[in-house]
């Protein structure tokens, strides 16, 4: 084993510092042993990292173990309880616990890779896990041999290695180990798996270990070319003050690549925000891509919203819609939401800052009304036209998200001057300077 090892582990000829992720389990222990003779022949200086996480009696008798085993081999240990374990969701949490963990060690010790234990039946245990809740292609690729981590990289060596390749050889070389009794109890999906499962299949197939590496490779490739294919796709999408936006030729053509543009799309979209897309709401998005109206919505999980105006999209926070009617008075200043505000002023006073003014003269009435858009309201666009606004926005293709957040400004005799942001009245004044008397200044703040 320990040939194969060297063979199958490349990296550890130029790994330098090596940090070892070390739970006091079999699998654990015996890729210590590994690495203890791996230092000797590549010259390589290794670190042991452990996490309590106090959720079984034996926590504090298997780390005390450990420390003690790293003081008498001189290895550098490094130890972090769990003070507050979580009370639901407790597997993802200790994962995410421990793994930042491991990232501060490699940056505070300067470790360039980071080792882990899993096996070649963790590697399959976790496709037919995958496999029976659902989800994506992508999504059972499985347990990744390598990936960039913290201030290096992730390797895991013991994946083309059987379980019980890993106890013959802690028997044959007398690798202390501890066993933890929860990886018998048939409580949890993947010791029912382990137990009831995969006996059958490798009685089925011996390879099956082999045959799950291979196919575990076919699906990291398949994802590299989908990336490279739909690269330049990908990066004509804009992010900012978080919210991603494309256009419809930002789109790959073909209805499977569509798919596989959301799905990255949304992988990002986890990252930044921690929240997943449902297969069943990726699959509506294909098909509204193709087949959806000019303008369309779908509610996300979170408040968030996926939107379609015309041939722009956009995933973003969806917006509350603010109601009311507020009355603008000269020298007042109004917060209509978090991000937008207006401001009324005499001309000298006018901010060169504001998104967007509205020129008025001396004979305005005032105080100006602000509100939203009702049925039936009407702006003078020029001296002979008079138009709906309702047709207005239809008229320029203004998508219908930002028509419900468009404010409608009219003067105290019920006249309509603006709808903010888009249009001016007639009535305001934009080129005779000289009889503009107030201006109103709308802000928006991202």
């Known amino acids: 084993m320990e040939q194969k090892f060297v063979q199958m582990t490349p990296e550890l000829q130029k790994a330098g510092r090596v940090l070892i992720a070390v739970s006091t389990g079999v699998d654990s222990m015996v890729l210590l042993r590994l690495m203890e003779k791996a230092q000797v022949r590549f010259g390589i200086e290794i670190g042991v990292v452990h996490v309590n996480h106090q959720l079984r009696e034996e926590s504090v008798e298997e780390a005390e173990f450990l420390q003690s085993y790293c003081q008498d081999k001189e290895i550098p240990y490094y130890e972090k309880v769990w003070e507050k374990p979580a009370k639901t969701g407790i597997e993802v949490q200790a994962r995410k616990f421990r793994y930042a963990f491991f990232a501060e060690v490699m940056e505070q010790e300067n470790y360039s890779l980071l080792l882990t234990a899993h096996h070649g039946d963790d590697q399959v245990e976790t496709m037919l ?14 347990i990744q041999r390598k990936r960039p981590f913290a201030s290096g990289d992730l390797l895991r060596p013991l994946l083309p290695f059987a379980k019980q390749d890993i106890i013959a050889y802690a028997e044959d070389e007398s690798v202390p180990y501890f066993e933890d009794t929860s990886n018998a109890s048939l409580q949890y999906t993947r010791n029912r798996i382990r137990h009831q499962v995969l006996p059958v299949l490798k009685e089925e197939n011996s390879q099956l270990l082999e045959h799950a590496q291979q196919f ?7 994802e590299a070319g989908l990336r490279c294919a739909l690269k330049e796709n990908l990066n004509n999408i804009v992010y900012k003050a978080n ?7 930002d789109l790959p053509a073909e209805k499977s690549l569509r798919y596989y543009f959301l799905t990255f799309l949304f992988e990002k979209f986890q990252q930044t925000t921690e929240h997943a897309v ?12 193709d087949h959806g109206a000019a303008q369309w919505s779908v509610d996300l999980a979170h408040g968030w919203q996926f939107s379609a105006s015309y041939q722009t999209y956009a995933l973003e926070k969806r917006s509350s819609r ?7 008075a000269l020298g007042d200043s109004l917060a209509l939401s978090e991000n937008e505000h207006l401001s009324l002023r005499v001309k000298e006073k006018g901010d060169e800052e504001a998104d967007y003014s509205v020129m008025l003269p001396a004979t305005v009435n005032l105080p100006l009304v602000v509100r939203r858009r009702k049925d039936g309201d009407r702006i003078q666009l020029t001296e002979t036209l008079r138009k709906k606004v309702s ?20 003067d105290a005799s019920g006249e309509v001057v603006s709808v903010l942001p888009f249009v001016n009245s007639h009535l305001s004044i934009s080129n005779e300077t000289d009889r503009i008397h107030y201006i109103l200044d709308y802000y928006l703040c991202y």
């Open 278 to 289: 449902s297969q069943r709401q990726l699959l509506q998005l294909v098909h509204l891509l």
């Open 322 to 328: 603010v109601q009311g009617e507020y009355a603008l």
């Open 391 to 410: 047709r207005y926005f239809i008229d320029q293709k203004v998508s219908q998200k930002e028509r419900e957040q468009a404010w409608v400004v009219a």
């Open 129 to 142: 896990m995958r496999f029976a809740r659902g989800g994506t292609l992508l999504g059972h690729a499985g």
């Open 216 to 222: 575990q490779q076919q699906l990291t490739w398949a």
């Open 243 to 249: 919210r991603w936006t494309f256009t419809k030729a």
